[in-house]
């Protein structure tokens, strides 16, 4: 750039930085530890359902346990009262008597039912409360991995944060000495060529493309004064 005046050269600086800040925002938006962090994170929604499931069954069991074991209360209770009938006296006639002890055996065996059907429960609930601790402690674990790669991820932002705010600050410096209208002119064609808007004019062939002005193209933009021009093959600004 030392053949171009420093307003001009500066708009090539500015072009520099501005693709110095597009590489690091790419970099930035692309962080291999955002990426671990993420595929974590998922690893633990993962975890997390499962940790739903196992709940949802295991609260379905525990409220059929508690259902066999609180009508089994009921009934050993009213069995009792029976059996209180049974041996006061106040039930005498013989009939009265057998129909008694018949249902009091029907409440027993019904209560026995009620209890092993609980018992049943139990021991279906067993794997699940195992289950459920063990994912309880890989949601844990996953945890501190997610936490230690948020740790390395802020740190890998950090840093190109602090890079994008140097090259921002240089880029600002170009900005203050560049040549306002080749500024205007390179910030127009900016977004349809990307990283190589504002190009020099090297011999007679714009750096932007790989064919050659024509001579006389050529020789009247290097006999103009300092400034720019617009390719004819390629559209770019030409700085010279």
Same mark, same amino acid.
């Not at 600086?13 to 597009?22: G, R």
């Not at 009508?71 to 006639?93: F, H, I, N, T």
């Not at 026995?112 to 021991?123: F, K, S």
């Given at each position: 750039?030392?053949?171009?005046?420093?307003?001009?050269?500066?708009?090539?600086?500015? #072009?520099? @930085? +501005?693709? /110095? %800040?597009?590489? &690091?925002?790419?970099?930035?938006?692309?962080?291999?530890?955002? *990426? =671990? !962090? $993420?595929?974590?994170?998922?690893?633990?929604?993962?975890?997390?359902?499962?940790?739903?499931?196992?709940?949802?069954?295991?609260?379905?069991?525990?409220?059929?346990?508690?259902?066999?074991?609180?009508?089994?209360?009921?009934?050993?209770?009213?069995?009792?009262?029976?059996?209180?009938?049974?041996?006061?006296?106040?039930?005498?006639?013989?009939?009265?008597?057998?129909?008694?002890?018949?249902?009091?055996?029907?409440?027993?065996?019904?209560?026995? #039912?009620? @209890? +092993?059907? /609980? %018992?049943?429960? &139990?021991?279906?609930?067993?794997?699940?409360?195992?289950?459920? *601790? =063990? !994912? $309880?402690?890989?949601?844990?674990?996953?945890?501190?991995?997610?936490?230690?790669?948020?740790?390395?991820?802020?740190?890998?932002?950090?840093?190109?944060?602090?890079?994008?705010?140097?090259?921002?600050?240089?880029?600002?410096?170009?900005?203050?000495?560049?040549?306002?209208?080749?500024?205007?002119?390179?910030?127009?064609?900016?977004?349809?060529?990307?990283?190589?808007?504002?190009?020099?004019?090297?011999?007679?062939?714009?750096?932007?493309?790989?064919?050659?002005?024509?001579?006389?193209?050529?020789?009247?933009?290097?006999?103009?004064?300092?400034?720019?021009?617009?390719?004819?093959?390629?559209?770019?600004?030409?700085?010279?």
């Amino acid at each position: 750039m030392a053949d171009l005046a420093p307003a001009f050269a500066a708009v090539l600086s500015v #072009q520099a @930085e +501005d693709n /110095a %800040l597009v590489a &690091l925002r790419r970099r930035l938006d692309a962080l291999p530890e955002a *990426a =671990a !962090l $993420a595929a974590k994170q998922d690893e633990i929604g993962a975890v997390d359902a499962e940790i739903a499931a196992s709940e949802t069954a295991r609260k379905a069991l525990e409220s059929d346990q508690r259902r066999l074991e609180g009508e089994a209360a009921m009934l050993r209770d009213r069995a009792a009262e029976e059996e209180r009938k049974l041996y006061s006296g106040v039930v005498s006639g013989v009939k009265e008597l057998q129909s008694l002890q018949e249902e009091v055996a029907a409440l027993r065996r019904r209560v026995d #039912q009620l @209890e +092993d059907g /609980a %018992l049943g429960v &139990l021991i279906e609930l067993e794997p699940l409360v195992e289950a459920e *601790a =063990a !994912l $309880a402690a890989r949601r844990a674990a996953l945890d501190a991995e997610a936490r230690d790669l948020s740790v390395v991820l802020a740190e890998a932002q950090g840093d190109l944060d602090r890079e994008i705010r140097e090259v921002t600050r240089r880029r600002e410096e170009a900005l203050a000495t560049a040549d306002p209208d080749a500024l205007a002119r390179y910030e127009r064609l900016a977004p349809a060529f990307g990283g190589s808007a504002a190009v020099r004019l090297v011999g007679s062939r714009c750096e932007g493309c790989p064919l050659q002005m024509p001579a006389v193209e050529a020789d009247r933009i290097r006999h103009l004064p300092p400034g720019v021009a617009e390719c004819d093959e390629c559209g770019r600004l030409v700085l010279h």
